[in-house]
């Protein structure tokens, strides 16, 4: 009989806390921010305790934990504090292709661009934000295409 009152109480208490947490739940709404070009340069590795932000596809990464990669005199360094949308579609350091520009990628390397954007950046980077020429159209609106990113890499843990 005892044994049954506790569990009774220890079901009650389920329920006050599972209401609890639910009150204190908030569903994640990480604000969307806009990166101007002369406002990503600042993230390219150079400063000491700024963050490291890297541009594929318009969607700003924040790639501080790849400082191996990405940081001050790291070997992709160059693809920092930008859009490197071209470099990453043609593997390439070249400084012609270290920009946004999409024009006359081949079939393959807008393949090769997808799968390290989706396997790679979306899985390992935190999103912190879109570039200007995302969000908005070449006459500065908005751009009511504009959809951002869902980020697989955020658990629901992360809430609490
Ligand atoms: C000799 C040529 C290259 C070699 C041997 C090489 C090697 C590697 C290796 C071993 C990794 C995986 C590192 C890890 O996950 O621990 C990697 C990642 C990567 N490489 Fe290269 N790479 C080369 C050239 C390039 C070039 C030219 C680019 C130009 C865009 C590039 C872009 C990347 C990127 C974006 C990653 C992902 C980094 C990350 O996880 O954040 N690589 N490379």
Sequence with gaps: MAAAWVCVFLALLYTTIAEDIKLKHKPATKPVRLF???????????????????????????????????????????????????????????????????????EEELESLDSVFEGTYKTKYPIVGYTASRILNQDGTPNENFKPEDQPQFHIKDEF
Aim: proline share 4%; aromatic share 8%.
């Design 36 to 106: 101007t070009e002369e406002e990503l340069q600042r993230y390219d590795g150079t400063e000491d305790g700024l963050p490291i932000y890297m541009a594929i596809k318009g969607v700003v990464f924040d790639v501080t934990k790849g400082k191996e990669f990405y940081g001050k005199d790291a070997p992709y360094n160059a693809l920092v504090g930008k859009d490197s949308t071209r470099a990453v579609a043609k593997m390439s350091l070249n400084p012609e292709d270290l920009t946004s520009d999409t024009t006359g990628l081949s």
